[in-house]
């Protein structure tokens, strides 16, 4: 199995000559990362509704979530770091591939309906504060794929960087926006006693909860704490739990203070001047200056927005590639993967726009968020399995108390959303003409995923999870060749990636060399974890291709080869060059998968930027 996000993977070392705050430091920053994507203008639409329609009553909806999501999150960062496996590689070694096929297309489902809100929030931003038309604000939401592009590049620690940045103008901007609004302590104090004042109520609280605990942050905040490479004792790890436990009760704290000021500056503007319907963005920023009285309220309000929604969209693709590699184990280029999750959510947007006009977009937000709190199930019930399973944790397993928390926020999650569903399709059959279709389409559907549910629930309970190095397709040790005596090269490379092209490649070399040349293996760790993170990542795909990488030196050693190896990691046209011009190599051989055209274009294509970046002759091999 390919590690979680290869090209960052343990690319931040936290050395043992680092101590207190300095160590602190060094694990700090995944779950900034994770916490952007509670604060994206999805809640922000909720919580303008809630706070506009029911005044400060559902601040304990937002200060539940904010637990919620705290648990959940520590539960995700444990999976990574003490497994070194992604939730989606977890849930790949846990179902079969039927299953897994339609956890995929749940999680992507559940990262296009958040990219949507990235996409309305930025357009929306764009629009209030230079006056473009939301169309083209939809489109120009295009522009930030080359931004996600050129931050990987700089690697995780920019990145990280980078999203704090945004996080802090969004906490300036609303600490601000508080000042000006003067809200009723002793209301806000009141707003934290649980209540639902009646079943709208209920739906802005389901997408409240949507909008803060959110799937693909489960799966992001698992990868991205495999970017820390540390000791791996039981000490290491338990250290490194502790430290990220820190970094996200910080991070997901500041998040609940961003979220908590808009549905207190909507309850304190709006609903105390008697604007219920104020549910739109638009309308909020519209209002601002007229009810505080300063014209910096809306400007702080329409920057506050576009940082969110561009912080967000960032994490959202790695998510997206997450899930991809994880379900799939495909693995295609990051570029691409953007494009398609943004047009994804752009050619709904630009559609609903055009047909209905701008005011249809809170609605669709707020849809958006509840569509998150619907997939939700899916991912957080495998996720309290994997970290209660005493093997696949090593002794790291959460405690019985815990396991009870994780198992109620789950059923409060899932019976919210069973009554969501069943309200929802009661209206539907009441109010349609003919109902006979809805019985036919919608309700086997609904009670097809009732039946997931209950599948990924009661599945782990009764069979054990399949074999791990078993499941690391498609990696095949079963060479074959025929070693020459003469040879005319002495000092031989062979990029090999696990694959049947490898056969193909290491039977060139060995007939190019003989049995007296030296020989290196070279692998590439292409993860996002090792893009972004280089040498100093360390998650299962590491550690798997490192043992396979000695299994191949062992096997063709015992031939009577003389073999070396070398793991490079990040993005292959770049890192190879540097490995073969900085030794001494008369040729590298490579196996090719002879894809051609759009498969070039998707997965990427090494040879043709490689070959003008060395300075010795290559070798290509098909299969």
């Not at 300036?172 to 000042?179: A, D, R, W, Y």
């Amino acid at each position: 199995m390919g590690k979680s996000l290869e090209e960052v993977h343990q690319s931040v070392a936290t050395e043992h000559k680092k101590t207190g705050f300095r160590k602190i430091l060094a694990f700090l920053g995944p779950a900034y990362l994770v916490s952007v994507g509670y604060m994206d203008p999805g809640n922000w639409a909720t919580d303008i509704a809630g706070g506009s329609q029911f005044g400060y009553s559902l601040l304990w909806v937002l200060l539940m979530s904010n637990l919620m999501a705290l648990l959940l999150q520590s539960l995700s960062a444990r999976l990574g770091i003490v497994t070194q496996r992604d939730l989606a590689q977890a849930s790949r070694e846990t179902y079969s591939k039927f299953i897994n096929y339609i956890l995929y297309f749940l999680a992507e489902i559940a990262i296009a309906a958040c990219d949507l809100a990235e996409v309305l929030g930025m357009a929306i931003g764009i629009n209030l504060l230079f006056d473009i038309p939301l169309i083209e604000g939809v489109l120009i939401t295009v522009l930030d794929t080359f931004l996600l592009l050129f931050l990987i590049n700089k690697g995780i620690r920019k990145m990280e960087a980078f999203i704090i940045v945004l996080v802090v103008i969004i906490g300036f901007s609303f600490i601000f926006e508080m000042i000006f609004a003067e809200p009723e302590l002793d209301k806000v104090i009141y707003g934290l006693i649980p209540s639902i004042p009646n079943s709208a109520a209920l739906y802005i609280a389901i997408g409240i909860i949507g909008a803060t605990v959110m799937p693909h942050n489960l799966y992001l905040h698992s990868s991205l704490v495999q970017t820390r490479k540390f000791d791996r004792t039981p000490a290491g790890i338990k250290q490194a739990l502790k430290y990220n436990l820190i970094d996200s009760t910080i991070a997901l704290n500041l998040a609940f203070f961003v979220n908590a000021a808009i549905l207190i500056l909507a309850a304190a503007t709006f609903y105390r001047n008697g604007m219920f319907e104020v549910a739109e963005i638009q309308d909020a920023h519209k209002f601002l200056e007229p009810l505080l009285g300063t014209k910096w309220a809306p400007v702080l309000f329409a920057v506050a927005l576009i940082a969110a929604g561009q912080s967000s969209t960032v994490t959202g693709t790695l998510a997206g590639q997450i899930v991809m590699e994880g379900y799939l184990n495909l693995r295609i280029q990051p570029w691409v993967r953007r494009i398609i999750t943004r047009l994804i959510a752009i050619v709904p947007a630009v559609v609903v726009i055009l047909i209905y006009g701008d005011g249809i977009t809170g609605k669709l937000l707020i849809l958006s968020q509840v569509i998150l709190s619907l997939q939700l199930g899916f991912a957080i019930i495998p996720l309290i399995h994997f970290v209660s399973d005493k093997s696949k944790m090593k002794g790291f397993h959460i405690s019985r108390t815990t396991q009870v928390v994780a198992w109620i926020i789950a059923l409060i999650i899932v019976s919210l959303n069973a009554k969501l569903v069943y309200d929802e399709i009661s209206s539907w059959l009441d109010a349609a003409s003919h109902p006979i279709i809805l019985w036919l389409t919608v309700v086997p559907l609904a009670f097809g995923f009732l039946g997931l549910l209950l599948y990924i629930v009661f599945k782990p309970f009764i069979a054990r999870a399949k074999s791990n190095i078993d499941n690391h397709s498609p990696h095949n040790l079963k060479l074959k060749y025929e070693p020459k005596e003469a040879y005319n090269k002495k000092n031989i490379a062979i990029l090999v990636d696990f694959s049947k092209a490898d056969e193909a490649a290491l039977n060139n070399a060995f007939e190019l060399g003989g049995i007296d040349a030296q020989y290196t293996l070279i692998h590439i760790v292409e993860t996002v974890g090792a893009l972004m993170y280089g040498g100093h990542v360390d998650d299962h795909e590491t550690t798997i291709d490192e043992k396979l990488l000695l299994e191949y030196k062992d096997m063709l050693s015992q031939k009577g080869f003389n073999i070396n190896t070398e793991l490079g990691f990040g993005k292959p046209n770049t890192v190879i060059p540097n490995i073969i011009n900085a030794a001494n190599f008369d040729i590298l051989v490579m196996g090719t998968h002879g894809h051609t055209g759009l498969k070039d274009i998707l997965f990427g294509t090494t040879v043709d930027k490689l070959r003008h970046k060395i300075s010795i002759p290559l070798l290509i091999v098909k299969k």
